[in-house]
T-cell receptor
Framework: EDQVTQSPEALRLQEGESSSLNCSYT??????LFWYRQDPGKGPEFLFT???AGEEKEKERLKATLTKKESFLHITAPKPEDSATYLC???????????FGAGTTVTVRA | GAVVSQHPSRVICKSGTSVKIECRSL??????MFWYRQFPKQSLMLMAT?????????EQGVEKDKFLINHASLTLSTLTVTSAHPEDSSFYIC??????????????FGDGTRLSIL
């Protein structure tokens, strides 16, 4: 069974204070690791897809990286609008289902 | 971009009522749709996978007779919570797979339905 573990559970940052979120995974044949952002009372919003170890993707203040066992989401100089829950998910080579981690709730104070 | 519309966004009803939630793909054909349940501060738990024109595949522990799923067209899937009770109160989210954009973005999510059973 595919498993995804995210840490920390919650992260409180001062505006401009860079940090990283961790996503550890085990999957029977990785066919993509995905990062989503979820705001309260909303569905997940897609951020990145990573397929192979060493791959990196960037979008504004966010950068996602991937190794064979984990992925990191780096937030550089965060702003209050970056406050959200960040979800990590994996998909295996057998079906189209996603297995999600519990998420990291990021709060950025001005 | 691909848009998924979920309706209603919030439902409050009495125990014993059946509630239907709709999930529509607005600008693409979704051969596969997914239904999730999310408890506060927890992750999305997959309930079932539905394929257009065939029976849904339910995850272990999900009651088929309680959560009826219909995927009658390539743009619409419905989840009916039958004879809902307070323990069914939760945040339900649907998603849809667009075969055209699957390699970049595997699922497009709706904005969820907050179900509260009194």
């Amino acid at each position: 069974e595919d498993q995804v573990t995210q840490s920390p559970e919650a992260l409180r940052l001062q505006e401009g204070e860079s940090s990283s979120l961790n996503c550890s995974y085990t999957v029977s044949g990785l066919r993509g690791l995905f990062w989503y952002r979820q705001d309260p009372g909303k569905g997940p919003e897609f951020l990145f897809t990573l397929y192979s170890a060493g791959e990196e993707k960037e979008k504004e203040r966010l950068k996602a990286t991937l190794t064979k066992k984990e992925s990191f989401l780096h937030i550089t100089a965060p702003k209050p609008e970056d406050s959200a829950t960040y979800l990590c998910a994996v998909r295996n080579t057998y079906d189209y289902k996603l297995s999600f981690g519990a998420g990291t709730t990021v709060t950025v104070r001005a | 971009g691909a848009v998924v519309s979920q309706h209603p966004s919030r439902v409050i009803c009495k125990s014993g009522t059946s509630v239907k939630i709709e999930c529509r793909s607005l600008d693409f054909q979704a051969t596969t749709m997914f239904w999730y349940r999310q408890f506060p501060k927890q992750s999305l738990m997959l309930m079932a996978t539905s394929n257009e024109g065939s029976k849904a595949t339910y995850e272990q522990g999900v009651e088929k007779d309680k959560f009826l799923i219909n995927h009658a067209s390539l743009t619409l899937s419905t989840l009916t919570v039958t004879s809902a009770h307070p323990e069914d109160s939760s945040f339900y989210i649907c998603s849809a797979r667009d075969p055209v954009s699957d390699s970049n973005q595997p699922q497009h999510f709706g904005d969820g339905t907050r179900l509260s059973i009194l």
